[in-house]
């Protein structure tokens, strides 16, 4: 292509010189071609770039950190002729992104699509966009641009990791007896009928009695006697601690030759706390847990507990938002929240901090009936100078269970070996370590 433009320009000047020294007719008949080259090229140039067409299309708009995101690219030539080269450049902020292709020979009035394997490594909302199209003339002395602005955005859910076993309070009452508070989702316990209101669900009209009073109920339903599920996300900023991945750049060349590397978490604690706080929520909401979120990154976050489906979706798009940028330390927030939760519920703490007041904080939860559980990121392993052994010890002298997590672990089995670290025995509301 630079040979063939530096050609053309020096036919082009040297006719001209000719023809302004000499006017002889071999001169004038080069600039006269080298005229329509240069005219015939910008103009087909021109055309080219407004008869293509680029669409992108995804099968869902949701993705887990670790998965690989397929994106169908689509570039349409709608003009009666060839279009010879076309570059796609996807100017996306998704990273790793792997849209970007050079397509040659397109053919008139055809169509070329490619599938884009992007392995998604960072959790938040990218857009899926813009697009830029780059064409030049068969000559390459011109390049025209044309732009397809982002249509869609993609949200990047945090990494699930696979949790077997983690402990909970088995209930509020031995016997099982339902809370009288009225609950958002269904239940198998009804309480009572009302009158419609917008916004309800249509699978709670009761049917025979809206018959009968010639106006739509709904059934009312009390919450289930399972204890609730807190999840209380350590989200300060002066307490986080992280490493340079740089293990990142050689997994990535392993991917674009074809080879999916196994995902690690960066080695953020943050991230690592937000994929603990994920996995425990699909855990819970699996075993048909109600379970609510509590954090302070750039705003204050209180997800009121549930146990649908809707719920987990709920909490993982909250997650993939959030920030370790908080100025709130986890036993504020503890405080702020804790006098607002029911009795028997289980509070699980997902911190990196060592400090005394994370002690107060659980105190505090056991003086309100409340039942913690402490996932523990080891901020050494992280980076950080803090050591948490004396705060393990401590954690184990008031019989609350502790989770121990380094950098580099694996979360599904590090989460899951709690029974495995603290033999556990069965008390009339709790399942608390036994005491040697």
Request: proline share 6%.
């Amino acid at each position: 292509m630079r040979a063939n433009r530096i050609f053309v320009y020096l036919l082009f000047l040297g006719s001209l010189i000719g023809v302004l020294l000499t006017r002889a007719s071999i001169y004038m008949r080069l600039f006269y071609l080298a005229c329509l080259i240069i005219g015939g090229s910008w103009l087909w140039v021109r055309l080219s770039i407004a008869g293509l067409k680029l669409t992108r299309l995804s099968r869902s708009l949701r993705a887990n950190v670790g998965d690989s995101y397929k994106e169908n690219f689509e570039i349409s030539n709608m003009n009666p002729w060839l279009c010879p080269w076309v570059e796609i450049r996807d100017e996306t902020d998704l990273p790793t992104s792997a849209g970007s292709r050079l397509l040659v020979g397109i053919k008139k009035r055809n169509k070329h699509s490619y599938l884009a394997h992007t392995w998604l490594t960072q959790r938040g909302a990218f857009s899926l966009g813009p697009t830029t199209l780059i064409t030049r003339d068969p000559f390459g002395l011109f390049n025209m641009i044309k732009t397809f602005p982002s249509e869609s955005e993609l949200v990047i859910l945090p990494f699930i990791a696979n949790v077997d076993f983690f402990p909970t309070s088995p209930g509020l009452l031995p016997g099982g007896k339902v809370v009288r508070q009225k609950a958002l989702g269904i239940t198998p316990h009804a309480a009572g009928i009302r009158e419609y209101a917008p916004g309800d669900a249509l699978r709670r009209i009761h049917w025979p009695t809206s018959a009968r009073k010639q106006r739509l109920m709904v059934k009312e339903f009390d919450q289930d006697p399972q204890s609730e599920i807190w999840i209380f996300l350590d989200a300060e900023a002066e307490v986080q601690a992280s490493l340079v991945d740089e293990d990142l750049a050689f997994r990535w060349d392993g991917w674009m030759l074809g080879n999916r590397p196994d995902f690690k978490i960066p080695p953020s604690s943050f991230e690592y706390g937000v994929a603990i706080a994920a996995s425990l929520a699909h855990y819970f909401i699996s075993q048909r847990r109600a379970v609510g979120l509590v954090a302070a990154g750039q705003i204050n976050i209180a997800i009121p507990a549930d146990q649908s489906f809707r719920q987990e979706e709920k909490i993982l798009e909250t997650l993939a938002y959030v920030k370790g940028e908080g100025n709130l330390s986890i036993d504020g927030l503890v405080a702020a929240q804790a006098g607002q939760l029911l009795q028997g519920s289980s509070v699980v703490i997902i911190t990196p901090s060592v400090r005394p007041e994370v002690m107060h904080a659980v105190d505090d939860l056991l003086r309100r009936n409340l039942h913690p559980t402490v996932v523990l990121l080891d901020a050494g392993s992280f980076g950080s100078p803090d050591s948490n052994d004396a705060f393990v010890e401590s954690l184990n002298n008031i019989n609350v269970p502790v989770c121990h997590i380094t950098c580099g672990a694996d979360l599904g089995s590090g989460l899951s070996g709690v029974s495995k670290n603290y033999p556990y025995q069965e008390t009339n509301r709790w399942f608390t370590p036994s005491t040697p």
